[in-house]
């Protein structure tokens, strides 16, 4: 095998070492869910997905299974969840 590809191979087994080389700004992918496919997009640090759950709350399983799977490389505004609702009590008096 030719020396500078090997280099490039080795290089590569190092990197993928370290996710925390990348930063994902775009994304589109789909999440096979338990009942149906699901599109999930991250354009910068926002996150959409095409469930219903998420048009309520801003985020969903779905999304939050990316933010765990991604994490080292996501902006730190796209690792935390969207939901508009931010703390405890707000979210149980949404839900009574």
């Not at 709350?57 to 796209?78: E, G, N, R, S, Y």
Request: aromatic share 8%; charged share 20%; glycine share 6%.
């Amino acid at each position: 095998m030719h020396s500078d590809l090997i280099g490039k191979i080795e290089k590569a087994r190092r990197y993928a070492q370290e996710p925390e080389r990348i930063t994902i700004g775009e994304l589109k992918a789909t999440f096979h869910g338990g009942n149906s496919d699901h599109v999930i997009t991250l354009h910068g640090d926002h996150w959409s997905c095409d469930c219903s759950f998420f048009r309520m709350w801003h985020t969903c399983a779905h999304v939050m299974a990316f933010q765990k799977i991604f994490d080292p490389m996501l902006a730190p505004a796209a690792r935390e969840a969207t939901s508009p609702i931010t703390s405890t009590e707000e979210m149980v008096g949404a839900l009574s």
